[in-house]
């Protein structure tokens, strides 16, 4: 059954909005940062690695966003442009902003950190003039990741761009991809939250992330309560994540799908939320029952934590059908689904 309704004749699939960054990750890993001296560096940020892993799964992606006026800008609007993201809304800072560092720390297969420089940041000088309606017209969906909500002008170019969005019958997509940085208290991080999830079709977050979201509403509900609240609001799908527990898909039917976790020699403890996303939206996009969709997620989840970087690992659909078929001969069928 398909819950949402793209508009099929638009050039672009997609256009994530906001966060790009660079990062750096740990070659000598398995240690803590202070002792790591050698690293890799990587196109980072949410959004920006949902953009890759949809433009390697062969989706047309567009990307709203600014960045520095320097060598690093001109490595990510490089890299994107490789990747065949067309990159006519990133546009430039002024003032001398900077993208954000991370710097990760891989202390063991599942214990990693991050360090972030986040201050005076590129990403969050995304302006409404910024935001064109007939960029917005030219995408079947944009996806809001909750970061770009966390500061002027940032927060009101985002919001320009969801009320576009719902002017030209644009699906909505709404990553809520807590951090907590930027932020100055958990009531201002609900009140933006709330703002972009009572108008968007598809909502994914983790458990705290929907608690931080209903802290002023309703918060530490049940998921089929939680799911329940936001079809109330128009949405048709919520996905809700459990780390290794798995996640689960409520559809606004009353239906849901869970999944668990393909099995896998981790390398790293982040990553798999965006190639979860990234492969999770594809199969919505091909029309694919919401089960095969989780499941394809969740395949990519796996190759993502097993594997050094994120937006650089992004796997195609063949490596991730292949890696399905090979885990179920091993671990059976069902091996992945709740």
């Known amino acids: 059954?398909?819950?949402?309704?793209?508009?099929?004749?638009?050039?672009?699939?997609?256009?994530?909005?906001?966060?790009?960054?660079?990062?750096?990750?740990?070659?000598?890993?398995y240690k803590p940062l202070s002792e790591s001296t050698t690293f890799k560096k990587y196109l980072g940020g949410s959004p920006a690695n949902i953009a890759v892993g949809m433009a390697r799964l062969g989706r047309k992606v567009g990307f709203i966003a600014r960045v520095s006026d320097d060598q690093f800008g001109e490595f990510v609007v490089n890299?994107?442009?490789?990747?065949?993201?067309?990159?006519?809304?990133?546009?430039r800072c002024t003032n001398g902003e900077k993208l954000g560092l991370t710097f990760t720390e891989i202390l063991?297969?599942?214990?990693?950190?991050?360090?972030?420089?986040?201050d005076g940041v590129a990403d969050l000088q995304l302006d409404v003039d910024d935001i064109d309606e007939e960029y917005i017209k030219k995408s079947k969906a944009i996806l809001i990741s909750g970061t770009a909500l966390s500061k002027s002008p940032s927060r009101e170019a985002t919001l320009k761009a969801l009320a576009l969005a719902k002017k030209n019958n644009t699906a909505v997509?709404?990553?809520?991809?807590?951090?907590?940085?930027?932020?100055?208290?958990?009531?201002?991080?609900?009140?933006?939250?709330?703002?972009?999830a009572m108008q968007s079709d598809i909502i994914l977050g983790s458990r705290e992330e929907f608690d931080l979201t209903q802290k002023l509403?309703?918060?530490?509900?049940?998921?089929?309560?939680?799911?329940?609240?936001?079809?109330?609001?128009?949405?048709?799908?919520?996905?809700?994540?459990?780390?290794k527990e798995g996640s689960t898909a409520y559809t606004s039917d009353g239906n849901h799908y869970t999944i668990k976790p393909f099995p896998v020699k981790l390398l790293k403890s982040f990553g798999g939320g965006d190639g979860y996303a990234s492969?999770?939206?594809?199969?919505?996009?091909?029309?694919?029952?919401i089960i095969d969709c989780l499941?394809?997620?969740?395949?990519?989840?796996?190759?993502?934590?097993?594997?050094?970087?994120c937006s650089e690992d992004m796997p195609s659909v063949q490596k991730v059908k292949n890696f399905i078929k090979e885990s179920k001969e091993i671990y059976g069928d069902m091996i992945a689904r709740g």
């Not at 309704?5 to 909005?17: A, T, W």
């Not at 890299?79 to 546009?91: L, R």
């Not at 492969?279 to 029952?289: D, N, R, T």
């Open 295 to 309: 499941e394809f997620g969740s395949a990519s989840a796996a190759l993502l934590v097993a594997s050094h970087a």
């Open 217 to 243: 509403t309703y918060p530490n509900q049940k998921d089929e309560a939680t799911a329940a609240y936001w079809y109330g609001y128009g949405a048709k799908i919520v996905v809700i994540k459990h780390g």
């Open 173 to 196: 997509i709404f990553d809520i991809d807590y951090r907590p940085y930027s932020w100055k208290n958990n009531d201002e991080i609900a009140i933006y939250y709330n703002a972009v």
């Open 108 to 118: 063991s297969e599942t214990q990693s950190s991050i360090l972030m420089y986040r």
């Open 1 to 29: 059954m398909s819950y949402i309704k793209f508009e099929e004749d638009r050039p672009l699939d997609i256009i994530p909005i906001g966060r790009v960054a660079i990062d750096f990750n740990p070659v000598d890993y």
């Open 279 to 289: 492969a999770f939206l594809y199969g919505l996009f091909e029309g694919w029952e």
């Open 79 to 91: 890299y994107f442009d490789k990747e065949g993201i067309d990159i006519s809304q990133i546009k």
